[in-house]
């Protein structure tokens, strides 16, 4: 790029005589054209030409470093930002490829305790409908003991009850000469009615 602006610079110094030799004959041309003898107009125009030259020169010798340093420090800038930039990026495309993961985990996390939740919401419910059966059948044996046992207290209880009343009537029937046969008689007929009874 020095070797282009040097190219430049001395191509330009080269056509700096070229250019004001034309301009002033075009200026003398026009001015002889009026009539006009007078010089300043071209002088002022070839001294702005020449003062464009030495400005063009002097920022050439001088300015070209410090430009050339500018220039190569904001393209360092440039540079470190942009790769600042770049690093950036990439962070947030990790962050973003991280964020995405952990959402796929969550979900299959999620699938997997709503799983495990309803497994043990089925696992409970037939636990209780267990407990419901086993607690209804010992209920309703204990309900078969209760009757049974009252059955027997009410078979018992007529038994004896019949068995009062059928002394009551044998002694209130039969006269005070009982013999003794008719006492085992009489037991014997009791104790068979009491074994039918009874089963």
Known sequence: MNSALKKRVKSLCRLAP?????????H?????ADGS???RPIYDI???????????????????????NFLAGRKH??????????ERKQEVENQIAQTHQQIQESGKRFEK???????EGKRKRQQIIDQANEQSRKMLEMEKKKVASRIAQARQQLL????????????????????DQDHRNLLDLYLDNVNRMTG
């Open 18 to 26: 070229v250019v004001a030799a034309i301009l002033l004959l075009m």
């Open 37 to 39: 003898p007078e010089w």
């Open 46 to 68: 070839i001294m702005r030409w020449v003062n464009f030259f030495i400005l063009v020169f002097l920022i050439y010798r001088y300015g070209r470093q410090p430009i050339k």
């Open 160 to 179: 004896d009850e019949t068995a009062d009343r059928a002394s009551d009537v044998a002694l209130a029937q039969l006269p005070d000469e009982i013999t």
């Open 113 to 119: 305790i709503k799983s495990r939740i309803t497994e």
């Open 77 to 86: 800038e440039v540079t470190r930002e942009i790769d600042r930039l770049e």
């Open 28 to 32: 003398t041309a026009a001015f002889a």
